[in-house]
């Protein structure tokens, strides 16, 4: 099973990009999925989380109204929309299949991380 983050870069503040993070070796259809990120010195953090439909979304408060999470359940595939970046949105973003079908900003719910895709955003 392996989650494959790509899509990230460098950018700057006020810009956009899209990640994208497709799943093989098994389906994640009836799985929540979601992002978490982790700036240089920082601890790893939730980002968004969408339920196994896409009828549910959640956001931590610092990505509200900026970052959009969607997928494509077909293509076992998830996006992170983000917009308006801003220098404090650099990281390495971590995609993650959970182990409920539910949205979950838990790390411990989630069973399979991809490997990361570095965003920069410069000022």
């Known amino acids: 099973v392996q989650l494959q983050a790509s899509g990230g870069g460098l950018v700057q503040a006020g810009g956009s990009l899209r990640l994208s993070c497709a799943a093989s070796?098994?389906?994640?259809?009836?799985?929540?999925m979601g992002w978490f990120r982790q700036a240089p010195g920082k601890e790893r953090e939730f980002v968004a989380t969408?339920?196994?439909?896409?009828?549910?979304?959640y956001y931590t408060d610092s990505v509200k109204g900026r970052f959009t999470i969607s997928r494509d359940r077909a293509k076992n595939t998830v996006y992170l929309q983000m917009n308006s970046l801003k220098p404090e949105d650099t990281a390495v973003y971590y995609c993650a299949a959970g182990r409920v079908a539910g949205t979950s900003r838990n790390p411990g719910l989630y069973d399979y991380w991809g490997q990361g895709t570095l965003v920069t955003v410069s000022s």
């Open positions: 070796g098994r389906t994640f259809s009836s799985n929540g």
């Open positions: 969408i339920n196994w439909s896409g009828s549910s979304t």
